[in-house]
């Protein structure tokens, strides 16, 4: 389970910024929308594109604290 630890570490930093991204992105896509920047959207796309952002946010960082416990976990068991 050592061996696992690095690869876990790093995908974990890489699914965080990955999840940060996809939420900078949808929110600069939902102010372009709502400023009206982007012609022939309406802010009800603006507000679907926004939720899809943070929906994808959520569930990338989840991803990622689960990778975070796994590695307490095997430093855990490592420990006894």
Known sequence: MHEHLGFL???S???KVAAWVFL???IVGSLYIFSGRLAGKTPLEGIVNLLVAVFFFFFFYIIAKIADLLIKIIHKIMQE
């Open 9 to 11: 570490k790093t995908s």
């Open 13 to 15: 930093i890489i699914v």
């Open 24 to 26: 900078l992105v949808g």
